[in-house]
C-alpha cells in the first residue's frame, strides 16, 4: 500500500515570500507523482505532476516540484507567492500500471499574507 | 476546456435514506473515479471503473455504495440506507487512460441528518 505525508497543515507566507510545501511518499512499488490545488469552494485542480523522464515538473503559474527517488520526495515550490496562491494544495501518487486511484496526503493550507 | 460536472452540488437527506450522486466525466475519458473527503480529513478513494464494471475498490466501497454508467454520459454513485458518518464532500473523476492526470469535479456536499 501507498502512503503520503504532508507534515505541514498550514504554511502562513508574506507575499512575494518564496514557499516550499513538503511531501514524502512511502510505497513498496513505482509511483507516479501529484500536486492538486483545491481553492475555496471549489474543486481539485491538477497543478503538475511526475510521470517519468526530467525530475524537475513546472506548473504555467510559477509553481515547480522535484521528484527525489532517494527521498521519497517530491516537495512543491514557488519563489514568489501571490495573494491568489492561497489555497490548499494535496500531493498525491498512483501506482504504476495500476488502476487504481489516488492516494492523498492531507493537504497543507497555504496563507498568504500582505 | 472540457470539465467534469458533479449534481447536485449539496445533498440533504435523511438517516436511513437512499441517496444518488451524478457525476457526468470528460467525453473521451475511459477511467472514471470517486472519491470523498470527510470534513477536516483526506481525499480517500472508494472506487475505479472501467468498460462498465469496477477496476478497483478500497475498504470504504462496502455494500453500501455502488456504481453505475447508466447511459454514455453519466456516472453515479449510490449510497443505500445513507448513516450520520457517509456526511462528506463526494468528488467525481476521470481520466482518458489509467495513470493519467484525473480530472475532478467540483463535488457534491452530502449532509446526513
Known amino acids: 500500500a501507498q502512503s503520503v505525508t504532508q507534515l505541514d497543515s498550514q504554511v502562513p507566507v508574506f507575499e512575494e515570500a518564496p514557499v516550499e510545501l513538503r511531501c514524502n511518499y512511502s510505497?513498496?512499488?513505482?509511483?507516479?507523482l501529484f500536486w492538486y490545488v483545491q481553492y475555496p469552494n471549489q474543486g481539485l485542480q491538477l497543478l503538475l505532476k511526475?510521470?517519468?523522464?526530467?525530475?524537475l515538473v513546472e506548473s504555467i503559474n510559477g509553481f515547480e516540484a522535484e521528484f527525489n527517488k532517494s527521498q521519497t520526495s517530491f516537495h512543491l515550490r514557488k519563489p514568489s507567492v501571490h495573494i491568489s496562491d492561497t489555497a490548499e494544495y494535496f500531493c498525491a501518487v498512483s501506482v504504476v500500471g495500476g488502476a487504481d486511484g489516488l492516494t492523498f496526503g492531507k493537504g497543507t493550507h497555504l496563507i498568504i499574507q500582505p | 476546456e472540457p470539465e467534469v460536472t458533479q449534481t447536485p452540488s449539496h445533498q440533504v437527506t435523511q438517516m436511513g435514506q437512499e441517496v444518488i450522486l451524478r457525476c457526468v466525466p470528460i467525453?473521451?475519458?475511459?477511467?472514471f473515479y470517486w472519491y470523498r473527503q470527510i470534513l477536516g480529513q483526506k481525499v480517500e478513494f472508494l472506487v475505479s471503473?472501467?468498460?462498465?464494471?469496477?477496476?478497483?475498490k478500497s475498504e470504504i466501497f462496502d455494500d453500501q455504495f455502488s456504481v453505475e454508467r447508466p447511459d454514455g454520459s453519466n456516472f453515479t454513485l449510490k449510497i443505500r440506507s445513507t448513516k450520520l458518518e457517509d456526511s462528506a464532500m463526494y468528488f467525481c473523476?476521470?481520466?482518458?487512460?489509467?495513470?493519467?492526470?484525473?480530472?475532478f469535479g467540483d463535488g457534491t456536499r452530502l449532509s446526513i441528518l
Open positions: 467525453s473521451n475519458h475511459l477511467y
Open positions: 510505497s513498496s512499488v513505482s509511483v507516479y
Open positions: 471503473f472501467y468498460n462498465n464494471e469496477i477496476s478497483e
Open positions: 473523476a476521470s481520466s482518458e487512460y489509467a495513470n493519467q492526470p484525473q480530472h
Open positions: 511526475y510521470l517519468s523522464g526530467s525530475t
